[in-house]
């Protein structure tokens, strides 16, 4: 049922509510006398918003009308806009030279399949992967270790860790963060560094060599162990203890290594700018990841000479130092070989992702353009009831 707006009666009925008289004649007073109109319209004013554009939404607004001449090349501009960014993505990331091996050993036939068994405190086991690049790595090279099935993102895991000890704080040092139990102490003394995440640290040694038909010996190629970790986390995340004297032995002095680690934290490496919490594979290692699989940075192949490629295509060996345990959790161990371009590493999701948006807006905005072009006529011309 259709119903009368008449702007008077409101006016009327709120100057009533409101305890103030709506027109000539008019006392104000209510049944009950005026004191209690009073109450009741000053009660229901205060609940009242304000009578400003803002509040009783009279401000002015824009909205859209969408219409065939809108709508219709807006689906083609992003079509061809998309499109070719896809494809530039794509062929971008095809171009980038990637190659993995799993040395997990599982298979019987793998050249590590009698180092699958190794434990933390088992003798360290060595194997030899033997491979052959069919194409040059031109640019510096990236290699990473890969891991499966590993689960970072674990809410008690990503937890067991004390930023305050890894930053150097020398309190945390001996006393470290109750959120790393059961790795906060072992033999009486406060570990460090503490955690779940440090106890588990990646520790397998990968050698790479070039096989060189007249050379009697495999050539090894130089790893570049520092500069893979992220800045802040090097310079402001992590830092050494502070004392009287630089050595960190003395400065660790009191504190029990993390169970699982064959060394102390301070005894990682000899180079000092790249030994203790400011370790660099001890850094990448503590920024865990998101995902169960993933891969981390371990060492970088440089590129010496512009003229030649930094990985020639030809045969190759891996020496491995087989310790870091993986089959107890049905994991898996990847080394990666790969080169980056301006977009990063290989990834061939986004240039994916691009191609089909811009394809479905482009096949969108010809079903419209059809549509628009048949019926669109016969819609125009029909009368509209008032």
Not at 319 to 327: F, K
Request: proline share 8%; glycine share 8%; net charge positive.
């Amino acid at each position: 049922m259709a119903m009368n707006y008449n702007a008077k009666e409101e006016a009327a009925a709120t100057a009533a509510v409101d305890g103030h008289p709506s027109g000539p004649g008019s006392s104000g007073l209510g049944v009950g006398g005026s004191g209690v109109s009073g109450t009741v319209g000053a009660a229901l004013k205060s609940r009242k918003p304000d009578n400003t554009a803002f509040k009783q939404q009279r401000l002015p607004a824009w909205q859209p009308i969408l219409t065939a001449g809108t709508v219709l090349p807006a689906f083609f501009v992003i079509g061809l806009i998309f499109i070719p960014i896809g494809i530039g993505i794509f062929v971008t990331s095809n171009n980038i030279r990637e190659y993995e091996i799993d040395y997990t050993g599982v298979e019987p036939n793998s050249p590590c399949h009698k180092c699958l068994n190794v434990s933390w405190n088992s003798t360290p086991c060595q194997c030899t992967i033997y491979f052959t690049l069919d194409h040059p790595f031109e640019s510096n090279v990236f290699m990473y270790y890969g891991l499966s099935n590993f689960y970072q993102n674990h809410r008690r895991y990503v937890k067991s860790r004390d930023d305050s000890q890894l930053n150097g704080d020398n309190s945390s040092l001996f006393n470290p963060s109750k959120e790393c139990e059961p790795y906060r102490t072992s033999e009486g003394k406060p570990v460090a560094p503490c955690g779940a995440i440090a106890n588990s640290m990646f520790n397998d040694t990968l050698t790479l060599y070039r096989i060189e038909p007249n050379e009697t010996h495999p050539i090894p190629i130089h790893l570049t162990k520092k500069g893979i970790a992220w800045w802040t986390d090097k310079n402001v995340k992590f830092r050494n203890p502070m004392g009287d004297t630089k050595n960190l032995t003395a400065l660790f002095h009191g504190t029990s290594k993390p169970v699982n680690w064959p060394k102390p934290v301070y005894l990682l490496d000899s180079d000092p700018d790249n030994n203790g919490f400011i370790n660099e594979d001890f850094i990448v290692w503590m920024r865990t990841a998101a995902l169960p699989t993933f891969r981390k940075l371990y060492r970088l192949i440089e590129r010496k000479d512009n003229l030649l490629p930094t990985l020639p295509a030809g045969n190759y060996s891996l020496v491995i130092n087989y310790v870091y345990p993986v089959h107890s959790f049905d994991g898996r161990k990847r080394m990666i070989l790969s080169t980056i371009s301006w977009m990063g590493g290989k990834n061939p999701f986004l240039g994916i992702a691009y191609i089909t948006v811009g394809s479905i807006c482009f096949f969108l905005g010809v079903v419209l353009l059809f549509i628009h072009h048949k019926y669109g006529n016969r819609n125009s011309s029909a009368d509209i009831p008032n």
